[in-house]
């Protein structure tokens, strides 16, 4: 491995600093689970490595009348751990719950999951239905960047020379609300998706109509997909299955897969629109339990 | 960047309930640190790339992939390896119940499946046997079909109070 100095920072500008001195030579390490496999694997060359860890606010994860605060580098453990997230979260939690096994767990992150930019990511298309903002530090201030405009390509995000993410921050679900995230993967546990997807929806007080609804793909695309026109094409609708039925063939159509060893575009395009059905099917029960 | 210009770093921490002192260049891993520098190589080196659970330890009472865990991110840290399993009075009863259900042929994958059984029975003492598989799917055996691993973890976990 490129030998490379380490850096525990505890405030945010110490590690703005790092990042300014020493550009893309840097990167910020919080539960390694990603950066470690790809430097020792050759992906790239580090000079410095800049332990966040010791960051209070990257760290944090709290709730307030607004909504919840989600640490940059919180492990997933603590999410699904937090019993009060768990039922206010449930797509996060979703997500939070499948990266991994448990060993990973313990040190991955949603931060390090977002800014690792793999279209593949099992929480960014969740984060994106439950309307999370990230955060950003860097030399000139904050900045706030909706979830799903922060990758940019695979590997790339908006992220500029001297920023790294601080956190996130997800507004507190409406009543009526609910969310759920699947993936395909050919086993049970520990693989990467084939096709991801998220669903959220808000219900009116009937519980029978949806006024909202938000769909995000992942692994169909060079980045996770915030598949408007499928999620608009329910608000007012009832929650019926064909209602459900016509998203999923319009989250469909938002899909742009490629081919590779994981699957082939029609087993791709054909995972969404089942995953769709079922994540969204999902999201409207758990909006109808209170 | 050569070698040399990285500063070495100091580390304190606790492995087994040792206190060490420690000196690390900062990209040696964990793992790297306890089987070359603390001289345990109890803990085994799989995949070095976090698929395989073989180099899981217990680090501040989580298990983790030691492979993925730089050895300077200890400081201040409690370490437990598969070394601090046994008593002098014998051997844990996980220990014990792998051997009886012969749940090993190679042994390569067999300390980290003992450290992340061990975490999950001090947390859930009767853990569902779809419990146990699911905690132990971060540790891979290419030996044993897993049924005699999920047995000993049963078994272990039957064996209740008793347990060192």
Known sequence: MHPFRYVRATTVDEVVSVLSEYGPRARCLAGGTDILAQVRAGGYELDAIVDIKGVPDVMRMDQDGHGLHIGAAVPCYRLYEDEQVCSDYPGIIDAASMIGGIQIQSRASLGGNLCNASPSADSVAPLIVHHTTAIIAGPDGTRQVPVEAFCTSPGQTVLERGEFLVGFRIPKPLAWFGAAYQRFIPRNEMDIAVVGVGSSVVLDASGERVQSARIALAAVGPTPILATEAGASLAGQEATPEAISAAAKLAREAASPIIDMRGTVEHRRHLVEVLTVRTLKKAVQRAREV | ?164
């Open chain 2, 1 to 164: 960047m050569v070698l040399d210009e990285v500063a070495k770093v100091r580390v304190s921490t606790m492995i087994n309930g040792a206190p060490m002192e420690l000196l690390l260049a900062p990209y040696q891993s964990l793992l790297g640190t306890l089987r070359d520098t603390v001289g345990l190589t109890g803990t085994k080196e799989g995949c070095n790339d976090g698929n395989c659970g073989a180099c899981t330890v217990n680090l501040d009472g989580r298990i983790v992939d030691s492979c993925m865990v730089l050895g300077v991110e200890a400081d201040g840290k409690r370490v437990e390896t598969i070394e601090g399993m046994a008593t002098p009075e014998g051997l844990h009863s996980l220990q014990q119940a792998f051997l009886e259900e012969a749940a090993l042929q190679c042994g390569v994958c067999t300390p980290g499946f003992l450290v992340s059984a061990k975490a999950l029975l001090d947390k859930e003492p009767r853990p569902s046997e779809a419990r146990i598989r699911l905690w132990l799917a971060g540790n891979l055996c290419r030996c044993t079909g897993y049924d005699k691993i999920v047995r000993a973890v049963q078994r272990a976990s039957e064996a209740g109070p008793e347990r060192s």
